[in-house]
C-alpha cells in the first residue's frame, strides 16, 4: 500500500461501523486473503456493489467515469486490464501500489464476507502517527 502504508505499520482496525452502513469508496479496509484465508491483506476499496469498473491504459473508469485518486501520488497508474460488473456484496479493491499490489486485477471481486474491518488510524511508527475519517 505505499506510499500510505508500509510493511510493519500497526493500524487500529473498526470491526464494526461497516456492518452498520455500506463501505465507501476511497476508504482502506482490513479482509482476508481471497486465496488464503490465513492472510490479511490491506488495500483500498475502489468500486461499489452494483458498480461497472474498467481498467484500461492506466486509468480507472467506474460506471463510465474516471476514478479521480487524490489519495495517490499523480505519478502513479493502475497497471493491467480488467472489467467487471460487481454483484450486490461485492467490492473492488486495489493496493496504492499500483504497479506491485496483488489485488482484485488478480482475484477477482472481493466478497463482503472476507472484510475485517476499516483502518481507523496508524499508530506505529510513532512518527507516522495517522486517525483517518473517510
Same mark, same amino acid.
Given at each position: 500500500?505505499?506510499?500510505? $502504508?508500509?510493511?510493519?505499520?500497526?493500524?487500529? =482496525?473498526?470491526? =464494526?461501523?461497516?456492518?452498520?452502513?455500506?463501505l465507501?469508496?476511497?476508504? =482502506?479496509?482490513?479482509?482476508?486473503?481471497?486465496?488464503? /484465508?490465513? /492472510?490479511?491483506?490491506?488495500?483500498?476499496?475502489?468500486?461499489?456493489?452494483? /458498480?461497472?469498473?474498467?481498467?484500461t491504459?492506466?486509468?480507472?473508469?467506474?460506471?463510465?467515469?474516471?476514478?479521480?485518486e487524490?489519495?495517490?501520488?499523480?505519478?502513479r497508474?493502475?497497471?493491467? /486490464? #480488467?472489467? $467487471?460488473?460487481?454483484?450486490?456484496?461485492?467490492?473492488?479493491?486495489?493496493?496504492?501500489?499500483?504497479?506491485?499490489?496483488?489485488?482484485?486485477?488478480? @482475484?477477482? #471481486?472481493?466478497?463482503?464476507?472476507? =472484510?475485517?474491518?476499516?483502518v481507523? #488510524?496508524r499508530f @506505529?511508527?510513532p512518527?507516522?502517527?495517522?486517525?483517518? #475519517?473517510?
Amino acid at each position: 500500500m505505499t506510499p500510505n $502504508f508500509f510493511s510493519g505499520d500497526y493500524v487500529l =482496525v473498526d470491526k =464494526v461501523s461497516y456492518h452498520f452502513r455500506p463501505l465507501n469508496r476511497g476508504e =482502506v479496509i482490513v479482509f482476508r486473503n481471497p486465496e488464503n /484465508e490465513s /492472510e490479511y491483506f490491506i488495500k483500498r476499496v475502489i468500486a461499489l456493489p452494483g /458498480e461497472v469498473i474498467s481498467i484500461t491504459g492506466g486509468q480507472v473508469i467506474i460506471n463510465g467515469k474516471l476514478l479521480k485518486e487524490g489519495y495517490l501520488p499523480t505519478d502513479r497508474s493502475s497497471s493491467g /486490464e #480488467a472489467d $467487471f460488473i460487481l454483484g450486490p456484496d461485492e467490492y473492488f479493491v486495489m493496493g496504492d501500489n499500483r504497479l506491485q499490489s496483488r489485488d482484485s486485477r488478480s @482475484w477477482g #471481486a472481493l466478497k463482503q464476507n472476507k =472484510v475485517v474491518g476499516l483502518v481507523r #488510524a496508524r499508530f @506505529w511508527p510513532p512518527n507516522e502517527l495517522s486517525v483517518f #475519517a473517510y
